[in-house]
């Protein structure tokens, strides 16, 4: 068990207690460092004043009436009452500090150590004694973000039986996000929590390099690649997607390779030097991304081509899809778009070795790194002869609280989940990472927490790299009319698009907290219409008091 130093706090005077209004927060000095206070229910309350993520500052979120605060970058909450972590991406708790209110002044008594820690609070490691373990076991499939998700929420609400993470991959859950985005290859800097935490801080049987190979859900055990069966009472089905390569000639060449792994990014970025021409097939969100990270390490030429005539148009409109491929042009990267993609032609020093694309009505594209960035499946093969059905992509049904149908045991999340979209209920698959993550905390929570189960509520909060960095909020409800404000072409603007008046996504490029604020809204249930945006209702005033 990892142990801590002995605190050392000190009191200071902080503000004037008029200067912090019902349902305010605001950042202030402390020791050299910063703390974030919060009224809520006449009550002032002091944390940490920085995202545990990647360090956003919170008094730039938004708060709601029930002490709830959303990082204003990518969608982490916390509650301000208890400095808790309530949804991902982040993991990390704030730090809790002691606020009083005394002859009209506010003072805070905190460990400076902590008030400038560039981490947060780990609820696990904060724990010294803990009761008799439970005769229980949760076996986690799978370690990307759903699993580090559940191991952290299991234990954050008291979990107290064993817990076994099984990932194919040979290290600690990483932040997979940092790959696409910045071309991240060093599995270290991007673990969440490192073997011996997991291990000795949260009590996990971990297994890495590890594959599951077939799950018996009438004896409730799976099977894995090293020869051993593991028993559980609670299984969790996390294992995430397998990038697909289109099946055409010479996709199997060497040097064509898809995004899933660290080892797959180390093949990217140990082949990008000045003198290599890279091509990139598909106008994803991964491969576009990756058009940004690759363009930075000024290669020879780099290439993308896409079927679609406008990247990102059926997710964000022709116009702001329009402006980020023309934003990505200028930074020296070409596009073919409309393509019909033939074959990738071997190399004619190496025939085992990619040397171009060939599209059709164009010259063929020198390519001696060909990425494809086509999509994944989800990874499902091994639960082909468990008894749990498989829909026809390959996706598991599951139901309101993320538990697979007909198998009350067994819980599927992220990438492999077809579940119910709130608010309208139709069920659909969503691959996005904090979808993963809090499907993983509310999965820890259900089963930590029998009789006290929640259903899973939350709707979808992405952001991308692209352009100058999009926020995107959305139910999958679809669109039928749109509103603007800003300038798409300048990459600064909010996107509110809805389905019979009733807005179904916000999208944003620098206009945050607009994102964070929106999923409030509408987690509360007090999302204006269309019109009334349009015809000038700024969201950001509107008081997040739920309507209940």
């Not at 397998?242 to 990217?268: F, Y």
């Amino acid at each position: 068990m990892a142990t801590t130093a002995p605190k050392t706090t000190k009191t200071v005077q902080v503000l004037d207690a008029d200067q912090l209004g019902e349902g305010q927060m605001k950042a202030v000095d402390f020791e050299g460092g910063k703390v974030l206070l919060s009224k809520i229910k006449g009550e002032v309350y002091a944390t940490s004043a920085f995202c545990t993520h990647y360090g956003a500052p919170l008094e730039k979120g938004v708060i709601s009436h029930d002490g709830r605060v959303v990082c204003p970058w990518h969608g982490a909450c916390f509650n301000v009452c208890s400095g808790d972590i309530e949804d991902a991406p982040g993991l990390d708790s704030l730090w809790k500090f002691s606020a009083t209110v005394a002859d009209g002044k506010i003072s805070v008594t905190a460990d400076p150590a902590e008030v400038q820690s560039k981490v947060g609070r780990v609820v696990a490691r904060a724990r010294t004694q803990r009761a008799a373990p439970k005769k229980e076991r949760v076996v986690i499939v799978g370690g990307g973000s759903g699993g580090i998700h559940t191991i952290e929420s299991l234990r954050m609400n008291d979990f107290q039986g064993d817990i076994t993470l099984i990932s194919e991959e040979p290290y600690a859950p990483i932040d997979r996000t940092k790959m696409s985005k910045g071309l991240a290859d060093d599995a270290t800097k991007i673990q969440w929590r490192r073997p011996e935490e997991l291990q000795q801080d949260f009590g996990v049987d971990f297994q890495p390099g590890v594959s599951v190979t077939s799950v018996d859900t009438s004896a409730k055990t799976v099977s894995t690649s090293n020869g051993t069966t593991v028993s559980y009472n609670h299984l969790v089905l996390a294992p995430g997607g397998k990038p697909k390569k289109i099946p055409i000639p010479g996709h199997d060449l060497e040097g064509v390779v898809t995004l899933r792994s660290v080892n797959d990014t180390k093949q990217i970025t140990s082949a990008i030097t000045k003198e290599s021409d890279i091509v990139i097939i598909g106008t994803s969100f991964i491969g576009m991304e990756l058009a940004g990270a690759i363009i930075k390490k000024e290669p020879k030429s780099l290439t993308v081509v896409g079927v679609d005539e406008v990247p990102f148009e059926a997710i964000l409109g022709r116009e702001v899809g329009t402006a980020v491929l023309e934003s990505m042009k200028k930074q020296g990267i070409t596009f073919h778009m409309q393509a019909q993609i033939e074959s990738i032609a071997p190399a004619a020093s190496n025939p085992s070795h990619a040397g171009s694309l060939i599209v059709k009505g164009l010259d063929p594209i020198p390519a001696n790194l060909v990425i494809m960035g086509t999509g994944v499946a989800p990874a499902t093969e091994f639960l082909k002869s468990s008894g749990i059905a498989l829909m026809d992509d390959g996706g598991v049904e599951v139901d309101e609280y993320l538990r697979v149908k007909s198998h009350d045991s067994v819980y599927a999340i992220g990438d492999i989940a077809h579940y119910p979209q709130h608010p309208d209920g139709f069920l659909r698959r969503v691959e996005h990472w904090n979808v993963a993550g809090n499907q993983g905390r509310e999965v820890g929570h259900n089963i930590a927490h029998p009789d006290d189960k929640v259903k899973y509520t939350k709707i979808p909060i992405f952001w991308s790299s692209i352009g100058k960095g999009l926020r995107y909020l959305g139910t999958g409800a679809g669109s039928d009319d749109q509103w603007l404000d800003g300038s798409a072409a300048d990459l600064k603007f909010a996107l509110y698009q809805a389905k019979n008046g009733k807005v179904t996504s916000v999208s944003t490029m620098q206009r945050d907290p607009i994102v964070a604020k929106a999923s409030e809204l509408m987690r509360l249930g007090l999302m204006p219409s269309l019109d009334e945006i349009r015809n000038g209702k700024n969201i950001l005033e509107i008081e997040l008091i739920d309507k209940a």
